[in-house]
Structure formats: structure tokens, C-alpha cells
């Protein structure tokens, strides 16, 4: 969206997804009636991890790597060395970590599960990240998805539908919440979400403007 600070320069030939909508020439501070805050996490790295959580190698060898327990607590949200693990299913996880980190750790997974029936993937290409924020962003996520997300408590995630696409909502702290999603539904997510907060007061904004504790300490480079 813009050229943050906070990209290191080795992604200065990524895009984000949605670069094509102009988004940089609409970036301000937030302001005392703005409801809704918005920001990109760009760049981010993704990799899914599957395995059996009662295969003993599986577990110690993906900790080892995560430098943590590996979560089997239903919508878990682990903060680990490795970067934020997110539990999609009871044999699936979400690692989002540093862009730069990606490739060590691929590297990592691959030879500690090394035998171990388990599948490693890197998704970075396939998957963004919006951080949405504000006094009424609660009342945005009510007009987006059925989900009871007052519910959503800090620490958890869950899996959704918002129209016609899948999200992942990741509650971060009290002031907002994380939506990961597909970078091929981006477009389409952005203006649904736009829809959606524009009455509230909109104010799309840098990632260390509405900062969250867990996804925007990674864009700083390692």
C-alpha cells in the first residue's frame, strides 16, 4: 500500500495484492472520528503445516523448530520464536512469520519431520493479511460474516465466511482483530470490507498506526 519503513528492502519488488487499487494515495493518521482503521500487513510469510498430533515424532520435531510446544488447543494462537501459529484444524496450522525467516525455516521443518508423515507448504504467495481496528470494528465484522465474533476472545481465531470467501479472523488484542485471507479473493475482500466501514468513519492507514501485538512486530526485518 505504501513504503512503509517497516518492509526491509529485499521485498522491494513485491506487490501486495492490492496495489492496484490506489490505496497508498489514501494512507493518513488516524483522526479522533475515524471508526474504522485498516492497514495491510504485506509480505508476510506463510506456511502450512500438517501432521498427526499424536505422532510423537510429528510434535517434537515441528516444536523443535517452532521453538515451542506445538498448539493442539482448537483456535489457538501461539506466539513463538518462529513467528504466530495459528491451529486450523486438529492435523493443520498456520505458521505466519517473517518474510526473510521463510526459507530457514522451510529449510527447518524439512529436515527435523525428515521420515515423519507430514506435509509442509509455503502459502506466501497465496495469502494476505488486513489488520482492522477502531471503536467500530466489531460492528464492521457484524455486517461482514455470520460469526458471533463479540465471542472471540484474545488469543483465539476461527475460520470463516464473509460472503463469498473464506477468513481467517484472528483476535490480537481488544483493539482489533487480524483477517488472513486469499491473495486471489484480495480485490474482492478489500471492497466488501470498504462497503462495509465506510459509514463508520474509514481511515486506511499505515501498519504501525493500528499496530498489533502479534503479525506487525513481523514486518521488522530479523
Same mark, same amino acid.
Given at each position: 500500500?505504501?513504503?512503509?519503513?517497516?518492509?526491509?528492502?529485499?521485498?522491494?519488488?513485491?506487490?501486495?495484492?492490492?496495489?492496484? %487499487?490506489?490505496?497508498?494515495?489514501?494512507?493518513?493518521?488516524?483522526?479522533?472520528?475515524?471508526?474504522?482503521?485498516?492497514?495491510?500487513?504485506?509480505?508476510?510469510?506463510?506456511?502450512?503445516?500438517?501432521?498427526?498430533?499424536?505422532?510423537?515424532?510429528?510434535?517434537?520435531?515441528?516444536?523443535?523448530?517452532?521453538?515451542?510446544?506445538?498448539?493442539?488447543?482448537?483456535?489457538?494462537?501461539?506466539?513463538?520464536?518462529?513467528?504466530?501459529?495459528?491451529?486450523?484444524?486438529?492435523?493443520?496450522?498456520?505458521?505466519?512469520? !517473517?518474510?526473510?525467516? !521463510?526459507?530457514?525455516? %522451510?529449510?527447518?521443518?524439512?529436515?527435523?519431520?525428515?521420515?515423519?508423515?507430514?506435509?509442509?507448504?509455503?502459502?506466501?504467495?497465496?495469502?494476505?493479511?488486513?489488520?482492522?481496528?477502531?471503536?467500530?470494528?466489531?460492528?464492521?465484522?457484524?455486517?461482514?460474516?455470520?460469526?458471533?465474533?463479540?465471542?472471540?476472545?484474545?488469543?483465539?481465531?476461527?475460520?470463516?465466511?464473509?460472503?463469498?470467501?473464506?477468513?481467517?479472523?484472528?483476535?490480537?488484542?481488544?483493539?482489533?482483530?487480524?483477517?488472513?485471507?486469499?491473495?486471489?479473493?484480495?480485490?474482492?475482500?478489500?471492497?466488501?470490507?470498504?462497503?462495509?466501514?465506510?459509514?463508520?468513519?474509514?481511515?486506511?492507514?499505515?501498519?504501525?498506526?493500528?499496530?498489533?501485538?502479534?503479525?506487525?512486530?513481523?514486518?521488522?526485518?530479523?
Amino acid at each position: 500500500m505504501s513504503k512503509s519503513p517497516l518492509y526491509a528492502p529485499e521485498y522491494a519488488l513485491l506487490q501486495s495484492p492490492l496495489h492496484h %487499487l490506489g490505496l497508498a494515495a489514501r494512507v493518513r493518521a488516524p483522526a479522533d472520528g475515524d471508526g474504522v482503521l485498516v492497514s495491510e500487513l504485506a509480505h508476510l510469510g506463510y506456511i502450512v503445516l500438517r501432521g498427526k498430533p499424536d505422532d510423537a515424532a510429528f510434535m517434537a520435531g515441528a516444536s523443535g523448530v517452532l521453538g515451542a510446544p506445538l498448539s493442539t488447543v482448537p483456535m489457538s494462537v501461539l506466539p513463538c520464536p518462529a513467528g504466530v501459529l495459528l491451529w486450523v484444524s486438529p492435523d493443520e496450522w498456520l505458521l505466519v512469520c !517473517r518474510r526473510g525467516a !521463510r526459507d530457514g525455516l %522451510l529449510q527447518a521443518f524439512t529436515a527435523a519431520l525428515a521420515g515423519v508423515h507430514a506435509q509442509v507448504v509455503d502459502n506466501s504467495g497465496g495469502l494476505t493479511t488486513v489488520r482492522l481496528a477502531g471503536p467500530e470494528h466489531v460492528r464492521v465484522l457484524r455486517h461482514l460474516g455470520p460469526y458471533d465474533f463479540e465471542r472471540l476472545a484474545v488469543g483465539r481465531c476461527v475460520g470463516t465466511v464473509m460472503s463469498k470467501t473464506g477468513v481467517s479472523v484472528v483476535r490480537s488484542d481488544d483493539a482489533g482483530v487480524l483477517l488472513v485471507f486469499r491473495r486471489s479473493f484480495a480485490d474482492y475482500t478489500w471492497r466488501l470490507l470498504e462497503l462495509a466501514a465506510r459509514p463508520y468513519g474509514l481511515c486506511i492507514t499505515e501498519p504501525q498506526a493500528c499496530a498489533d501485538p502479534l503479525f506487525t512486530p513481523l514486518l521488522q526485518p530479523a
